[in-house]
């Protein structure tokens, strides 16, 4: 890679990865006017997310942990890999607002999505921690299975959440019918 494609990279890194770690600090700490952990909770129950703390949990280590990882370039694919199982899920959540973000889209959860997968396959760049400490992850079959395994979690919380957002919907129109 050229010195202006690592830079390049690195500025793309560092950008996407503290953007999402704040994410993640508004969840975790409740920082940047964020809900903190309570509130997510509050959030995603009524969301239908069951077990509540354990949604809260893989979205704060996939935005803050993933995120930060990112950013410093250490760990990279594990890094990737959370925030791409974050950002699905939040796709997920923001989908029935449509696209645009001014109406709770998802189209910051898709950006950084794409972000993920991109250094996910292409690495961090020669500017990282993981290439200053000689960090030899194989990168991108490490970050395919780790991202896989995000979506497979991401798939079955879906599915828990359809059933539990219908099993909600059921009694409410069976004490309508005459």
């Known amino acids: 890679m050229t010195v202006t494609t690592n830079i390049a990279l690195l500025i793309f890194r560092v950008i996407i990865g503290l953007t999402l770690a704040a994410h993640g600090a508004q969840k975790l700490f409740g920082w940047f006017g964020g809900p903190g952990p309570a509130g997510m909770s509050q959030i995603l129950r009524k969301q239908g997310y069951k077990p509540v703390w354990f949604w809260v949990s893989l979205a704060i280590v996939g935005e803050l942990g993933g995120g930060l990882s990112f950013a410093l370039g250490f760990l990279t694919p594990l890094g990737a890999a959370g925030i791409f199982g974050a950002m699905v899920m939040a796709i997920r959540t923001h989908w029935k607002n449509g696209f645009f973000l001014p109406k709770g889209g998802y ?50 919380g879906i ?6 957002t219908s099993a909600e919907v059921q009694p409410e129109s069976a004490s309508k019918a005459p």
């Open 107 to 156: 189209e910051y959860a898709l950006t950084q999505t794409i972000a993920s997968l991109t250094i996910g396959l292409i690495g961090p760049g020669s500017y990282a921690l993981d290439t200053l400490f000689n960090i030899a992850l194989p990168e991108v079959p490490l970050f395919g299975a780790l991202a896989g395994a995000a979506l497979l979690v991401d798939l079955i």
């Open 159 to 164: 599915i828990i959440i359809a059933r539990n």
